[in-house]
């Protein structure tokens, strides 16, 4: 009898981590992972791979995603012959040079990849010196974000992760004019990409004289034929037709690593490059995966992910942001959750900027942060906060 009582014990002690676990947004991997054996839907993998990306997670966010069906691609030798007709270029150089001539960009991402906010944080100091004023995101909901100057918990599903939040958070900064721009909700495939298109075309009649950003997911980017046939047009290629604006369209989607290697595209070998790069040809023009592809004007080949710490490498944004290691003095217990939210934002419930969890003292894994004043929160495994301390990134 006395048995039983100890496994009730433990039973109701399992059940009550995971209920807390349940209200938490930001999660231990191994929490993570129990959702996902948990869940039967056909989409669990999908779903846990978001959950993967917003506790930053990024490994983990790629290997879950794969598990949805990753396929092996393979070229052709005439696609190779193509392929190796072209150049490597810087792609935020070659960017924020060509944006000059530009009206309109957009850009798109993986909603699990948090590389690709970060690759579009890159931009926007460049983009705002070639006269971008506004910047549309699909993720954002929040009306108040530009009178307030960050986002908060609720300004947006994927706007809880970090790297969108500071995406968001470095626009303000400098200056952008953020606005939304998805569709109302219940609208789905073909009405959806009229009416993000329509809600960004509306801004454009207003503000004639002024240049665009826009930050979509996945396929929202194609301007030319779509994947999804039932759109007929994607947001794109519709708001081409409604502005009688040709914009410049990139891909970050294709041509970025998978979790599991053999399902990285064999371009991104064959480039290997140490940067960020589009390839251009001798007469100027983008690769974008083939002689008769018309989907965007460009695809953007990233490297494979280097680790500093275990921190991918592409978070510092060529030193823009540093490496702050806590404390060993602050790490009582493992396994820890730590949060570091930007000086007077946590108060109001301000998204962190940064997120690492530590198992034990072999762990490494510093915070990624721009220069200023935090507040770091750490949690324990029950998601109870042991600690609070202001620390200076300098």
């Not at 705002?128 to 300004?155: C, H, Q, T, W």
């Not at 801004?203 to 030319?224: Q, T, Y």
Request: proline share 4%.
């Amino acid at each position: 009898m006395r048995h039983s009582f100890k496994y009730i014990f433990i039973l109701l002690f399992t059940l009550k981590i995971a209920a807390q676990a349940d209200k938490e947004t930001y999660l231990f991997s191994k929490d993570i992972e129990a959702k996902i054996q948990k869940d039967t839907l056909p989409w669990r993998y999908q779903m846990g791979a978001t959950d993967y990306s917003i506790s930053e997670y990024y490994t983990k966010a790629l290997e879950t995603w794969d598990k949805n069906g990753g396929t092996i691609k393979k070229i052709s030798k005439e696609d190779s012959l193509y392929f190796n007709s072209f150049q490597k270029k810087n792609a935020k150089e070659y960017i924020i040079n060509r944006s000059k001539d530009e009206k309109i960009i957009i850009i798109n991402e993986a909603h699990h990849n948090n590389r690709h906010r970060v690759f579009t944080a890159s931009l926007l100091q460049g983009l705002y010196d070639n006269g971008y004023r506004f910047f549309g995101l699909e993720a954002l909901a929040d009306s108040l974000i530009n009178e307030r100057k960050f986002p908060v918990m609720e300004s947006g599903f994927y706007v809880k992760e970090p790297q969108m939040a500071n995406l968001l958070k470095e626009a303000l900064k400098i200056g952008f004019v953020l606005f939304e721009y998805e569709a109302a909700s219940g609208k789905n495939g073909k009405e959806r990409e009229i009416e993000e298109a329509e809600n960004i075309a509306q801004l454009i009649r207003k503000n004639p004289n002024s240049k665009f950003l826009i930050h979509c997911g996945w396929d929202h980017v194609i301007e030319g034929t779509p994947t999804n046939k039932n759109w007929e047009k994607a947001m794109a290629g519709r708001l081409k037709e409604k502005t009688n604006i040709d914009p410049f369209t990139i891909d970050q989607v294709t041509y970025t690593e998978k979790g599991n290697p053999k399902f990285t595209s064999p371009y991104v070998l064959m480039a290997n490059p140490k940067e960020s790069a589009v390839l251009v040809n001798g007469n100027g023009k983008l690769f974008n995966g083939g002689e008769t592809n018309d989907q965007t004007d460009c695809r953007i080949i990233h490297p494979i992910t280097e680790y500093i710490n275990g921190r991918p490498d592409w978070l510092t944004i060529n030193g823009q942001r540093k490496t702050h290691t806590l404390p060993k003095s602050k790490i009582t217990q493992y396994p820890i959750l730590a949060l570091a939210y930007r000086k007077n934002e946590v108060e109001q419930n301000g998204v962190p900027a940064d997120i690492i969890e530590i198992t034990n003292k072999e762990t490494k894994a510093d915070f990624i942060l721009e220069k200023g004043m935090y507040k770091i929160i750490i949690k324990d495994k029950n998601y109870k906060i042991i600690q609070e301390f202001d620390a200076n990134v300098k």
